[in-house]
């Protein structure tokens, strides 16, 4: 199953390689055209059959993880953050670690050594450590080497009614939506790009955007969403199930008007549920597409994704097929003509 | 040196729950299960304890000696269903709530249901809130249903517990839920496998005690109702591990601690030192100046007073659902009891009563 596969790959931000061939064996079977570049972005080409603007799709591939930075003596793993990851959610957990995929667990202080008043502290990335089961320093070498990077071990599976829970839905989901379109061989032009370094900063995008020099781009993404126990609705971010979530604002964008209302009507118009992300943090890959070269049009598309950044997350597949059928539905719009370019925006030939 | 019969045991045994007060459900049947082909006679009572009898070859009347390990793990209860079928909890048994955070679990209702532990994010915190780490009433199980579903399923009472398969680490250890205290019982398999091939004069009886998270319920009825002449209990210590004092922690792999203190019969501790030195067994000591947290508090009080060893492997991480061990030292805690019952006369328990 296309979204296990993708979420179980390993792929922090800068160690790709493994997510990158499990998407490049996928896409090769729908683009035209495949290459990378020097940051290790993968662009796939579709031509298409019609003329017509330049879209350019993204997903980053990358995934928040660990990098272990030391082996002590006692040949326990010290580690640090690869992305924004909050350390409440690391205690007790099981996770992959280095090439060789060894098992180990972010141990944590028996609480009849804690006294009460310390179990409300949050602990810092720098008291903690992975145990791999190596009785020294030497063992642990054997098996794992500063620079090497972890992930969570978390299984992908079917979930409640409906849902699903696998680590690193942000961004795989957005990965898995962009090769069911690729799939789907969309008429218009596409540059489907799976970047890096997203969850640094957005610097695979970066570079990707002025290398396609898009007319059209929409970034594809699974967002925050957190609408669970007493949480007041300017909190939620987003409702699981409620659709694919557009971007209003974040922390690196302002939608565009005129995008932010073509994908309402065409939502509407092909009877796809769909919501507005309505939080101002966080951000995605259109944030830097955006301001890239002249500026450009275009938008964000999110599944919303419970527990982001955290261990085991949550989507739902009902979301996650509207996703697909939203952004086809836009695709096959704009390809029909259905977005006019706003006058003088450039670029724009069709 | 053997990597022991007994490992894979266990592993299925960690795959098994039995929260404080709920153990007959799912945990009590497993244990008897592998107890069975050791064991003469086997006995279950109303508090869920299942204690199997191993007769010994001595005259009568011969030695009684219990082997106690609780079968109970630290747990969670549902409190409340909110709005939207999000579960609150209660805890039985002692978890730093900030292990649970993000955590998959099981809610064992009219089935068992998966569920995702959440607390709040980051970006729903006040600025002072982010240097605080939520309380267990702040935490929710999410199942990812809707609420008119989880109520058809899931009732205020019933048990949760961390889903989590025990994980193979480097080696001989493991890391899992619930090692507390199941390594204990499969150091008495251990035991009982090594005394296939010799005589043990006394009686042994296998106590599989409830309740011990709770306060060792299960251990004081099972000792007032089969009143031993000498219990051994066993059950995990603390392995060393950062924010631990070295004084109080013991080294994985280096073989079991054996306890000495007012809870622990002098000469019972001495007997089962001598006999891991005898045997060339590693072993660590471990001092107590007090009642220890373990179902020795209780069946030292039993009866007409019982004497009491205590002996146990090192584990990490103890109370959390990544609990470390190393099988090493549940073969050599296994070897060491075994030689010690296999000694162990009528005149040696009988003088136990004389100081």
Redesign the interface.
Known sequence: MLLKELTEAVGPSGFEDEIRDVIRTHATRYADHIFTDSLGSLYCEVHGANTGPRVMLDAHMDEVGLMIVRVDG?G?LRFRAIGGI?P??L????VRVGPHR?????????????PRAE?????GIE?L?I?????DDR??RQ?VQPGDVAVF??AF?P???G?A?AKSFDDRVGCAVLLEVLKARPLLPITAVFTVQEEIGLRGAEVAAKRVKPDIAIALEGT?C??????PSY?E?TKLGGGPAFTVYDSRTVADRRFLDFMIRVAEKHHIPYQLRR?K??SNDFGAIQVSGRGVMGGSISVPV???H???Q?ISMDDYHATVRMVLALLQEIAEGGFTPPAGSGGMKA | MTSGRHRQTLLALLEGWGGAGCEAADMGPRLQHALAPYVHEMDTDWLGNVVGLRRGVGPDPRPRVMLAVHMDEIALFVSAI???G?L?MVQAG???????????VTVHGKDE??G?I???????MAPGE????P?LEEL?V?????EE?VRAAVRVGDRITVR?SP?????E???GRAIDNRISFAVVLECLEDLRSRLHPADILVACTVQEELGSAGARAVAEKYRPDLAIVIDVT?G?????PPHMSFE??RGPAITMGPNIHPRVFRALRDTAVAHGIPWQLETTQDTT?TDAGVIQLAAEGIPCGLVGVPI???????E?A?YRDVVDCGRLLARYLARLSREEVEGLTCF
């Open positions: 006692d326990l909050d409440r959610v205690l007790s957990k099981p060894v098992w180990g667990v972010i141990g944590w202080k028996p609480v009849h050594f804690t179990r409300s502290k949050v602990p008291d450590y145990d791999i089961g190596a009785r063992e642990a098996v071990a978390t599976e979930f409640g009614d849902c829970k925050v957190y609408d669970v126990a007493g949480t909190g971010g939080v943090g966080g419970r527990y982001i955290a261990p085991v949550i | 909110e709005p939207g999000f609150r002692g978890f730093d709530p900030r292990v649970l955070i993000g955590q998959e249901l998966v995702v959440g607390a709040k994010p980051p970006h729903l982010r240097d605080t780490a309380a929710f999410d199942l990812g249903m809707s579903r989590r994980i193979p680490l480097l080696g250890r493991l890391a603390f060393t591990s950062p924010g631990l994985l792999g947290g990490r991480y103890m109370h959390t659902s990544v470390v190393d």
